[in-house]
């Protein structure tokens, strides 16, 4: 069989360890696999990581261009970031015929449709098991192990860097800032951190995750994404009374009448749920097939090898198709359909509620804020107050039963009028 020859573009931290795991097993994909796959050119900017990779015979350079004129080349696997650059590259590589394989979740949920045309176009592929759960293979996945099923909903904890902070807030009563300051230095967040805090990063594989379930492309701008920076001290100290823990979920659900619910926004997890336990910088997917039930995928969804192990999966994917005579095995109707998916509002969805208010400890406090509930047609589970804080106000935490939350959102707005409330309420969603 004729050599498959691939080439990288970026090999920071996940190309090196792609680098690295080429080197290790180029010799198994060739003997064991009878796929005659090898790394023939490398590229990136900075020169000095081809001194510290085992780059073997790769011939190492700056310029992309390198890359893309070398015919003998058919997979080019970018791993650079950000949706300028890497896009141009992913591009001009599919025009040229070549199958792109990426771990870039921004680049496929802002620009899925543009990239996955281009491959149509040039009768080649796009992989990118990677730029979702690192090396958890959920794509793979839903797209193959699972095909059987109408994926009913999906709830992960999908960001290394939000579910560390959480689980150490937990766990050592520390300070946001102080923690964040940790996972940069461990290297799980991403260049920019608001991604991640903000909820975005997490949107980001939300909406290639539901584009995939739901067969039509979600745009990364139709998920809801409300980040962990407001979660505070008192919410972790109240959340643990009640036995409960707070994660950054993104939730996907197929609704009855065909619209779909993706959304990603700190959530209170009983303790004894399944996902409650998943800690640090661990993700996990829990799925729910209609034919298999529920499916859990759990691991370490960034870092160097982690995430290489995934690239490569679609490396020889990609190498088998070719070897096949099929470069299109699995197609990515998903990213070329016209249908359009209809996202259901936040506004719309019901569940049961979490709600912290800092009012004053005044008479006739406690009978308002049940009142305003009872207008909205609002049924409360529990309530606690707390005791005074130093300057006198006190936190009521009201659990409800299910409701909508715009009857949750209507009735704070009023609530929030009065002279007695102290700070902005929190509110957070309960996830049974
Ligand atoms: N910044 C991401 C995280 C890693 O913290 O999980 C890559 O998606």
Redesign the pocket.
């Known amino acids: 069989m004729q050599e498959i020859r691939a080439g990288l573009v970026g090999a920071g931290t996940v190309g090196g360890g792609v680098v690295k795991i080429f080197s290790k097993k180029g010799g198994y994909f060739n003997t064991e696999l009878a796929l005659p796959i090898r790394l023939v050119r490398i590229v990136d900017k900075d020169r000095g990581c081809f001194e510290r990779l085992p780059v073997n015979d790769a011939v190492c350079s700056t310029d992309f261009n390198d890359i893309l004129s070398d015919d003998t080349i058919s997979i080019v696997i970018e791993l650079v970031g950000g949706t300028t650059f890497a896009k141009k590259v992913v591009l001009d590589a599919l025009n040229r015929k070549k199958h792109v394989i990426t771990a870039n979740?921004a680049l496929i949920a802002e620009h899925g449709p543009e990239i996955f045309e281009a491959a149509q176009n040039n009768g080649v592929s796009v992989y990118f098991e990677a730029s979702v759960g690192?090396g958890m293979p959920v794509i793979k996945s839903i797209r193959e192990g699972l095909v059987g099923n109408a994926i009913k909903s999906v709830k992960t904890i999908?960001?290394?860097?939000?579910n560390?902070i959480l689980t150490r807030m937990f766990a050592e009563g520390l300070a946001f800032d102080d923690v964040l300051k940790e996972?940069q230095a461990r290297g799980?967040?991403?260049a920019d951190p608001t991604?991640?805090i903000g909820g975005g990063?997490t949107g980001h594989?939300v909406a290639i995750l539901s584009s995939i379930i739901a067969g039509g492309y979600i745009p990364y701008e139709k998920i809801f994404c409300e980040g962990i920076t407001s979660v505070s001290k008192d919410d972790i100290e109240c959340a643990q009374e009640l036995g409960y823990t707070i994660k950054l979920l993104g939730i996907i659900k197929q609704t009855d009448n065909h619209t779909v619910d993706a959304r990603v926004h700190p959530v209170m997890l009983r303790t004894d749920h399944i996902l409650a336990s998943v800690s640090y910088?661990f993700?996990a997917v829990l799925l729910e097939g209609d034919s298999v039930g529920p499916v859990l995928l759990y691991g370490k969804?960034?870092g160097e090898m982690a995430?290489a192990s995934a690239v490569m999966s679609d490396v020889i994917d990609v190498a088998r198709n070719i070897a096949s005579g099929h470069p299109e095995r699995i197609p990515m109707d998903y990213y070329r359909s016209q249908r359009e998916i209809e996202i259901l509002a936040v506004e719309e969805i019901t569940g049961r509620y979490y709600v912290r208010f800092t009012v004053a400890d005044q008479p006739g406090v406690l009978s308002d804020l049940t009142e305003q509930f009872c207008k909205q047609s609002i049924s409360i589970a529990s309530l606690v107050q707390r005791e005074q804080h130093e300057d006198e106000s006190v936190t009521v935490i009201i659990l409800t039963h299910s409701s909508s939350e715009r009857s949750i959102r209507a009735a704070i707005a009023e609530i929030e009028k009065a002279d007695y409330v102290c700070k902005k309420t929190q509110v957070i969603r309960i996830e049974d």
């Open positions: 979740k690192g999908i960001n290394g860097t939000c560390y996972a799980y967040a991403e991604l991640d990063d594989k910088e993700n969804g960034a995430t």
